[in-house]
């Protein structure tokens, strides 16, 4: 039975190395004017510069409601997304980046759509984005991957800036897989979903955490998770293979008999091995990453490890 919420809004926002930044956010949510009262969870997943020791100090001087949520390691932003779902109490949760590029005065216009639409998530899609080229095209990529793994409308977009109901928070964060993807846990609970325009600020310091090997993670999570879609490529991938392979059949016999073709080779005898180990090796890989998976969660290897929660008030 859930409980009654404790305010209207939740600012839940992964920390991760946030020392340079975190400080001003909370100022700004500070600032906020919200019916209902808004609350702050902060998940630090695993800094290894001050971040800890600035939220203790933010939890005993905010002026608003504030809950640390403290991992043992990093999990990765997914994994800390949920512990903060699991821990706010508002009606509405708001995911904020650490950077300063979600202002809060935006997150406020995401729940207000919320409220007048009756929708059960906003997700916020970014006039102008103000990445770098390579990680806009990685966001790019991975709505096209989730059009076809997730049941989602096509060419809608997905961000981690997003407004969602407590009930949703409540049902996503029920999830205790070790390898999350919110977005695609998020549209297995409802599909009653929107978006709303919002402006996207520069990084206010530091550099981003998404290197090329977290985004391949996530594309990954976000196909195997969610699909079998990668099984059947693969399945006809390997029909498509096995046909060339009878038509090459059909055409050396051919040659053979009407003696018209030239002598075959060890060049040719390799290259048609290459090409037919490297299909059964990817999907070798294939089933491994689903068997893996699966062997992980089986063996129930944590989605996170809290190491601490302290709250103000």
Known sequence: MSHPPACALSFVIPLYNSAQTIRPLVQAIETLAIEGGHEVILVNDGSRDETAALCHEIVRTAKVPVTFVNHARNYGEHNAVLSGYRHARGAHVVNLDDDGQNPPAEAVRLWRHALTTGLDVIFGHYRVKQHSLWRNFGSWFTNRV???????????????????????????????????????????????????????????????????????????????????????IATLLGLLTAAAGLVGVGVVVWLKFSNAGPAFGWGSLMAGLLVFSGVQLVMLGLLGEYLGRMFLTINRRPQSVVREVVRNG
């Open 146 to 232: 989730t059009d076809l793994a997730l049941e989602k409308p096509p060419g809608f977009y997905l961000s981690s800036f997003r407004c969602v109901s407590a009930m949703v928070a409540r049902e996503v964060a029920a999830n205790q897989g070790p390898f999350p993807y919110v977005d695609g846990l998020i549209l297995q609970v409802t599909q009653n979903v929107g978006s709303l325009e919002v402006e996207h600020a520069a990084r206010q310091a530091g550099r981003s955490g998404y290197t090329l090997r977290r985004l391949m993670r996530l594309w990954v999570s976000a196909w195997v998770n969610f699909s079998v879609l990668p099984l059947r």
